[in-house]
């Protein structure tokens, strides 16, 4: 039985750094990973740190945790301009979805 995309808990998201750069992750707590990010800790990503403020731009639920992280690899190989179209919304992820 498939689970149910919202029911999963699992979201990729996108986070915008103040220098416009995109990073891309994966979670099953949004709330708390965000917070985690603008915390600069030990558990944010490196690639945020010292980069605030940091603003959510974009999260799309995922049916699992291993369909989260095929989608996360799939957008971290796309250029800016593609990013910045799924942000705008201009383009969506259901046709890269199997």
Request: charged share 25%; hydrophobic share 40%; aromatic share 8%.
């Amino acid at each position: 039985m498939q689970e149910d995309s919202a029911a999963s808990g699992w979201l990729v998201y996108l986070v915008r750094t103040a220098a416009g750069s995109l990073y891309c992750g994966v979670t099953n707590d949004m709330e708390r990973r965000f917070r985690e990010h603008c915390a600069d800790g030990p558990r944010s990503a490196k690639a945020l740190r010292g980069r605030g403020p940091l603003q959510l731009v974009f999260t799309y639920p995922a049916a699992d945790k291993q369909q989260a992280m095929q989608l996360e690899w799939q957008i971290k190989q796309w250029p800016k301009a593609r990013k910045e179209a799924l942000v705008s919304g201009l383009i969506g992820l259901d046709a890269i979805i199997s």
